[in-house]
């Protein structure tokens, strides 16, 4: 048995690095995920020749005793160079048990999984009596025991013997889990009695690809943006986020918009080392060290929702590590108004008399009009019930008969790529007639309006209007159903709270577990959420002991007022969130007990998982080759047309891989067969469900099932 040349513990790398994203994400949770993502570490040259380094080695060497050769570590440092181990340069003698090492440990988290080494070596035995009588020793072996772990032993036979590779050759094997791999060049301290000899002996590697699994996908929190708001988006919208990853660190983040992808990139990398050295062959996982992307990284994802037409859109982002495992880091939907928008009313100019001509400017707008629409409209007297005036377009009006007695009005319409929006322009003064007169001579009717008075009829009123029966009843204050004053059955002026002040902020956020707050975050089903407040004056100051309300929106339906809760005396307050679907919560607070305006505070979002399970029929298939795969979409009501799922399948070297789309019943539940093409490995299955607008959850995803073909 061969006794352990030398013992090294376990070398930890630990680094965090601070850079900004290029396009960013995240989530305040992770979900789980049953297999890694497996990425490729190549040393001094990718297959095709293109440079990378040896990066994620470290060399190592026995203590140095005077008088002796004390050898050399050589990184690859340089197109063409090799990395390499040698004793003898010097000329000196190597002291028995000496030795050089190559040591590539995996990074936390992450486990070698597969290796190839290209190597040469050169050990000499030459004896010099009384002087000289060891062997030089090349070994190679895994994780920190040389001989549990040996893969390679090379040693001349005889004294005086030489041994020579000169061509590299090839170590390899794959299907392995190792912390660590070691190369090492040693005087043999079993063999002989005095030292090696003053003859060199070299190991070098030319080439070498190792391949780490990650076992666990990234990590991240929305810390803000207006993509993460419930208000309208325009022009430029971000999402800010902080990410982390125990492995291969970040990667690259995508972001897809109504369900197609219009973006991946990589995260800022300063040290240039987080990118694919080897990109023409479609493998994205290819690296130049051990952990090349950064462990923490802060910045903010960009679309220019000018390119989106004007409306609801969702927008899904995800987050990877450099293994290609992927967390969901934002799931929601933004609302877009790119149309133009109105700062200054088209104005009219010119004479208000028959047979004269109005002039209509455009108005100042925001948002890039490329063209303006003009019509007129002709009003009653007062300024209201305007109508269109058949024809009449263009920026000017030249006035009629028909006006005499109204009041005109223009109104434009602004129009880009994103959409149009309208705007009108004051009423002009009331039209005079020929004879300069604003109203009709007595006896007579108004033009156009059939007359009044002996002749004719009277223009009947108009229905439908404020104050015409037939009206729906309007949400409460604050457009919300169900919100009342809660001191509204108090007589008098009574006060909500100490400091009570008509014009109050509410500042609401969620409490996260690490001590930071989010205006949005991430639950799972049946979990609860805090969220915690502050109600002030205009001035800052609290408002305590007062009384607030909450209020509850589900996507595509109105506010609904819920049970508040009462501030302490700084104004601070804690609210707890029911388990629930996806929703916005806002709350509301009334100044007195006479109050009728409402205030209102900012609006935080709540994205929920929906409860998603798989399974599979079998664990282990043969034969056919065929598994039956099912499962459940729980939460809440499902539609009834079902919910769409999408299927994924894992192999290892591609990661996961859309395969199918199925529908649930109306019960959430679904099922389909696959087989498998391959005769033999490991599969695993995963599903996930889409944000769909009838069913209040966010895109949810599945733990993963594996089963073996055989």
Request: proline letters at 6%.
């Amino acid at each position: 048995m061969l006794t352990p040349q030398h013992v090294r513990r376990p070398k930890t790398i630990t680094i965090t690095v601070l850079v900004p994203l290029a396009i960013a994400a995240v989530l305040a949770i992770r979900p789980s995920i049953a297999f890694a993502g497996t990425y490729t570490v190549h040393t001094c040259e990718t297959p095709t020749g293109r440079f990378t380094g040896n990066g994620g080695w470290e060399s190592a060497t026995s203590f140095h005793l005077a008088g002796y050769d004390e050898g050399s570590s050589t990184a690859c440092a340089s197109p063409g160079a090799s990395t390499s181990l040698q004793f003898g340069a010097s000329g000196l003698l190597v002291s028995a048990g000496s030795w050089l090492s190559w040591d590539f440990a995996a990074p936390a988290d992450t486990a070698i999984t597969s290796y190839s080494l290209e190597r040469a070596f050169n050990l000499g035995w030459p004896v010099i009596a009384r002087v000289a009588n060891r062997s030089y020793l090349l070994q190679m072996w895994h994780d920190e025991d040389v001989n549990a772990g040996l893969l390679d032993f090379k040693k001349p036979l005889q004294a005086g013997q030489t041994l020579v590779q000169v061509l590299p050759s090839v170590m390899e094997g794959d299907n392995v889990s190792w912390r660590s791999l070691h190369l090492g060049l040693s005087c043999w301290a079993v063999v002989g009695n005095l030292d090696c000899g003053p003859f060199p002996a070299q190991v070098t590697i030319s080439r070498a690809t190792i391949g780490l699994t990650d076992m666990h996908a990234p990590e991240g929190t929305v810390t803000g943006g207006s993509l993460a708001g419930t208000d309208s988006v325009r022009g430029v919208a971000s999402l800010s986020v902080h990410a982390t990853d125990d492995g291969g660190g970040v990667y690259r983040v995508a972001l897809a918009i109504d369900g197609r992808e219009v973006a991946r990139h990589g995260v800022a990398d300063p040290d240039r080392s987080c990118a694919d050295v080897e990109p023409a062959n479609g493998d994205a996982y290819e690296f130049g060290t051990s952990r090349p992307c950064p462990l923490s990284t802060d910045g903010a994802v960009q679309v220019n929702t000018a390119t989106l037409r004007d409306g609801q859109h969702t927008v899904h982002v995800t987050l990877e590590d450099a293994a290609g495992n992927q967390t969901v880091v934002f799931d929601g939907i933004v609302r877009t108004h790119n149309a133009p928008i109105n700062a200054v009313a088209p104005a009219l100019t010119g004479q208000a008399s028959v047979g004269s001509q109005l002039n209509a400017g455009s108005g100042q707008w925001d948002g890039a009009p490329s063209g303006f629409d003009h019509r007129w409209l002709r009003c009653e007297a007062d300024g209201t019930d305007c109508d269109p005036i058949a024809g009449a377009t263009g920026t000017t009006y030249t006035l009629t008969d028909a006006d005499a007695y109204h009041r005109m009005k223009s109104d434009v319409t602004a129009e880009n790529g994103s959409g149009a929006s309208t705007a009108s322009s004051p009423p002009s003064a009331i039209v005079t007639d020929a004879a300069g007169r604003t109203a009709p001579p007595s006896g007579q009717g108004t033009p156009g309006t059939g007359g009044g008075g002996a002749g004719g009829g009277t223009t009947p009123p108009r229905t439908g209007g404020a104050g015409s029966g037939g009206e729906t009843a309007q949400p409460g204050p604050g457009g919300i159903q169900g919100n009342v004053n809660p001191l509204g059955q108090a007589p008098g002026h009574v006060a909500n709270g100490d400091n009570a002040a008509a014009r109050a902020r509410i500042e609401i956020s969620f409490q996260l577990a690490n001590g930071r707050t989010a205006r949005r975050i991430r639950t799972r089903h049946g979990q609860r959420s805090t969220i915690v407040g502050r109600l002030t004056d205009a001035s800052g100051a609290a408002i305590g002991g007062a009384r607030i309300g909450a209020a509850w929106r589900i996507a595509g339906h109105d506010w609904v007022a819920h049970p508040g809760i009462r501030t302490g005396a700084d104004g601070r307050f804690v609210y707890v969130l029911p388990p629930g679907p996806s929703r916005d919560v806002r709350f509301t607070y009334f100044a007195f007990s006479d109050s009728r305006a409402v205030e209102l505070s900012n609006v935080v979002h709540a994205d929920v998982l929906a409860p998603l399970t798989i399974r599979a029929d079998r664990g282990r298939v043969t034969g056919t080759r065929v598994v039956r795969l099912s499962g459940h979409v729980g939460g809440g009501p499902v539609p009834r047309t079902g919910l769409l799922v999408t299927l994924q399948g894992y192999q290892r070297g591609w990661g996961w891989r859309t395969f199918r789309t199925v529908r649930t019943d109306r019960k959430g539940n679904w099922s389909t067969s696959y087989r498998f093409r391959l005769s033999e490995g490991r599969f695993g299955f995963r599903a996930l469900v889409p944000h769909q607008g009838r069913f209040p959850f966010a895109t949810s995803r599945s733990d993963g099932v594996f089963v073996v073909v055989s």
